[in-house]
Each structure stands twice: as structure tokens, then as C-alpha cells.
């Protein structure tokens, strides 16, 4: 028995006629010999009027309430898409995540899957032809609904996909695969056929939307074969997949940014030792994801700790680093909003050297001053003003060749 779990966003349920074409994908799997499991979203625009009645409601909604009210959107959608293929003649049923179950830690709006019953699902696959299954939702042990935070239906659809065996899982989106960059910063940006697991992570990371983190790091760690697709053309799409050694033959596959970053320093700290952990552990038990640090060589026993995080963060962050102060003896906080991330991604880095200096050359080259830098195996990350953003990633596509296909590094 050959099951395809296939998952479809928000703008690919909106509507009748959007669910006819997702209709339309469906029936082409069974055609080809397949069972289907079909994950969906709340359509287009329902979360964010669900959280808005949420509020007129109460100024502090109850976290697990919320969480109960927030997966009605999902079951709407399964519940009208089951109808509209049992119309058409097709075996199909709808399930909540509390049916299955999805069982997830209790973390409120923000849920981990613990495990999924893969048993249950193969036995009612066996006796539908289609199974739609309401994603971004699982319960508790003791049976509260749970949702799994935004995007959370990728990752709904990759876990089910490794229960059931880490069967293909197919994403359906409104753009047509993963590309090399932003299509809309660079018109040279080019359609990937295939990129690995850890590429994938990184994009992620840096704020790509195409497939949620959470997803991919399921994905990679059940080798759950993922490919991203238009719900709205026939094309192949990207596969997102385990590495090969073809594949690092490309010394970089793709350039990403991420705009949502705010840079913050406190100004002469003293220099001595614990000094780090007393200012990343207060962020840290305030749930502030620290990602990029430089700290100043010392002078006079002082020195500057200059950190990036999410923009979104910065008021709560400033509020922590004032609590503080005077604990690290710090003379000034500053802080920047007007800054952004370029990253420059590719599992040929393991074998190719060169590839930052490459890189900061061709930012030189265009006068775009690097105010941070860190890296990984896979990846090179600039910090550097938002202004320059565009300007940036098209300087990068340009200087790897990623117009062209499978670039190698003479």
C-alpha cells in the first residue's frame, strides 16, 4: 500500500473553488496508485480573525481556551474539503488531532509532538481512501486541545509522514518550490531542484516561510522525503532530502536574509569571569533567543557585549538588560533596529575554502559595511544596515552564479 501524505496551506483552502484544485491533486495521487493523507490549514486569514475575537473577549485569553478556539479554524477546513470529496464519490473521512492522537507536551499555543499513533492511522487507511487530518493541532495525555505555534501544519504533515513510516510528504504552497533567493528581491533568483536537510534549516533559520524549522527538523531526523509544490501549477517543485555527494559539489545553493533583527551592546562591562553567563542566562530565563555575539577586546578592565536578536524582543530584551546593569556594571545599553542578516548557504563549504572572503570582498566591492559576522559549517552570516538588504542579496546571487545552474567553484 503506497501512502502520499500531502499538506496544503492557508491560500490553498480558501474558498471553494481553491479547495476544487486541491480536489483536483488529490484525485491525481489516487489515480497514480496512492492512499492519501491530507493535512490542512485554516483557510486563509481565519487564525488572525479567531486570535482578534480572542481579545475582544478578554485582555488575557486563557492559554489552553485559546488553543481550543484557534483549532476550530482547521476542523472547518476538513470538515467542508471531506464533504466536497465524499460528494465526489471518494472514501473520505476527517480527523481532529485529538482523534488520532497527536500527543503533545502541554505548552500552550506553542506545542512539541511526543508521539502520533501510526498503527491507528494505518488501520483507517486501509479502509478510507483519503484521511484529512485538521494540522497545527494535537492535545495533551490527559486529552486538552494544543496547537503547534504558526506554520505548525508543515509540521503536523512531516510528523504523520514519519509515523506512517517516513512516507513521501508533499508541501503545497503558493509558490511553486525553493529558490535560490527572494524572487522578488532578484530576478535572477532560480528554482532549486532539490537542496538538503541542513540548507534547508539554515533558510529556515533565517526567516525563509517557505517550510516551518520545526518541519524540517522532523524531516531531517526520520528522513522524511519532503517536496515543496504550487498548489496552483503541475510543476515538480523542490525536494528537500537527505545530502549526496553531487550535491556539495555546489559551493553555495542559496543567499537569505531575514530583516526582523534588532542589534543591542552594553557599552564597558566589567571584564571578569561569569560576567557572559549573567547577561545570556537572564535573557535566556526570559525566553530571548540570542543568536549572533561579539565581545570587544578589554580595556581597562572593560569591555562592550554586542548581541543580535529577534526585533520583535527588543523592548522585553532592554527591559531585562536594565534589571541588570548595575549587576555587570555596564555604563550604556545601545541598541539598533535598523540592521538586517545576509546569509550565504551551502553544504559545499565543507570542502571549498575561500568562500568568506569571497563573499565580504564582493560587500566591500558595493561600499556595504559588515557590522557582524558569524558562521557555521554550512553557512556565512553578515549583519549589516537594512538599507542595504536588496542590495546585498543580489551582490551574493551574483558573485556564487547562482543564476546558473550547478555552479562549481573552479
Not at 540570542?290 to 569591555?303: F, G, L
Request: glycine share 6%.
Amino acid at each position: 500500500m503506497r501512502i502520499l501524505v500531502q499538506k496544503f496551506g492557508g491560500t490553498s483552502v480558501a474558498g471553494l473553488e481553491r479547495m476544487k484544485q486541491v480536489q483536483g491533486k488529490v484525485v491525481a495521487a489516487l489515480n497514480n496508485g496512492c492512499k492519501v493523507l491530507v493535512v490542512l490549514s485554516a483557510m486563509a486569514g481565519e487564525t488572525n480573525q479567531l486570535l482578534t475575537l480572542s481579545e475582544q473577549w478578554s485582555e488575557t485569553p486563557d492559554s489552553a481556551e485559546l488553543d481550543a478556539l484557534l483549532a476550530t479554524g482547521e476542523q472547518r477546513s476538513i470538515c467542508l474539503f471531506t464533504m466536497l470529496l465524499r460528494d465526489a464519490g471518494i472514501k473520505a473521512r476527517s480527523l481532529l488531532g485529538h482523534q488520532i492522537p497527536i500527543i503533545t507536551d502541554s505548552s500552550h499555543g506553542q506545542a512539541r509532538i511526543l508521539s502520533i499513533d501510526g498503527e491507528r492511522l494505518k488501520k483507517l487507511i486501509e479502509e478510507y481512501d483519503v484521511l484529512v487530518v485538521a494540522g497545527f493541532q494535537g492535545c495533551t495525555k490527559d486529552g486538552r486541545i494544543t496547537t503547534l505555534g504558526r506554520g505548525g501544519s508543515d509540521t503536523s504533515a512531516v510528523a504523520i509522514a514519519a509515523a506512517l513510516g517516513s512516507v513521501q510528504c508533499d508541501i503545497y504552497t503558493d509558490v511553486d518550490g525553493v529558490y535560490t533567493t527572494d524572487p522578488n528581491l532578484c530576478s535572477t533568483a532560480r528554482k532549486l531542484d532539490r537542496v538538503t536537510y541542513e540548507e534547508m534549516l539554515e533558510m529556515a533559520s533565517m526567516g525563509a516561510k517557505v517550510l516551518q524549522i520545526r518541519s524540517v527538523e522532523f524531516a531531517k531526523k526520520y528522513n522524511v522525503p519532503v517536496r515543496v509544490r504550487s498548489t496552483f501549477t503541475d510543476t515538480p517543485g523542490t525536494l528537500v532530502t537527505k545530502e549526496d555527494p553531487s550535491m556539495e559539489a555546489v559551493l553555495v545553493s542559496s543567499i537569505a536574509y531575514d530583516k526582523d533583527q534588532a542589534r543591542v551592546t552594553m557599552k564597558r562591562v566589567v571584564d571578569r569571569p561569569g560576567i557572559a553567563a549573567t547577561l545570556f542566562g537572564a535573557l535566556a530565563d526570559a525566553e530571548i533567543v540570542v543568536d549572533m555575539i561579539i565581545q570587544n577586546t578589554s580595556e581597562d578592565n572593560r569591555t562592550d557585549m554586542t548581541f543580535t536578536i529577534p526585533r520583535k524582543d527588543l523592548k522585553k530584551t532592554l527591559g531585562v538588560l536594565e534589571h541588570i546593569k548595575h549587576e555587570v556594571e555596564a555604563e550604556e545599553i545601545l541598541s539598533d533596529i535598523k540592521v538586517a542578516k545576509v546569509s550565504a548557504i551551502g553544504v559545499g563549504m565543507r570542502n571549498h575554502a575561500g568562500v568568506a572572503a569571497k563573499a565580504f570582498n564582493a560587500l566591500h566591492n558595493e561600499n556595504i559595511n559588515i557590522l557582524m559576522i558569524s558562521t557555521s559549517e554550512i553557512k556565512i552570516t553578515c549583519l549589516i544596515e537594512e538599507k542595504y538588504t536588496e542590495l546585498a542579496v543580489r551582490t551574493l546571487h551574483d558573485t556564487f552564479h547562482l543564476d546558473k545552474e550547478h555552479y562549481k567553484e573552479a
